[in-house]
């Protein structure tokens, strides 16, 4: 079973930065991407950021210029740089990561860390 394990969230002033992690652990085939999504509670989740194993990236519209999605495969993590926070950017981060290949595909969530801007 895949577990993934986020961490960085904290309480941070308008303007600041944070740097969220996300290491997976428990695959048995290779992941294809990793992303980081977000929810306000009573909002849908959103996509924040997304890279795939290849190395192309995609950011929402919210994200681009302010957030930097990176991973490092041979620690099976990913990271989100986030700068330039603003307070609608208060959610909590949850970090996903898919893999495999047709019939044994996966996609597996970890349990968000939050983030809260103040202005």
């Known amino acids: 079973q895949v577990q993934l394990v986020e961490s960085g969230g904290a309480l941070v002033q308008a303007g600041g930065s944070l740097r969220l992690s996300c290491t997976a652990s428990?695959?048995?085939?290779?992941?294809?991407?990793y992303g980081w999504y977000r929810q306000v509670p009573g909002n849908q989740r959103e996509l924040v950021a997304v890279?795939?194993?290849?190395?192309?990236?995609y950011y929402a519209d919210s994200a681009k210029g302010r957030f930097t999605i990176s991973s490092d495969n041979a620690k099976n993590s990913v990271y989100l740089q986030m700068n330039s926070l603003k307070p609608e950017d208060t959610a909590r981060y949850y970090c996903?990561?898919?893999?495999?290949?047709?019939?044994?595909?996966?996609?597996?969530w970890g349990r968000g860390t939050q983030v809260t801007v103040s202005s």
């Open positions: 428990g695959m048995k085939s290779t992941i294809n991407a």
């Open positions: 890279i795939r194993s290849g190395g192309d990236v």
């Open positions: 996903n990561v898919n893999g495999g290949k047709g019939r044994e595909e996966w996609s597996s």
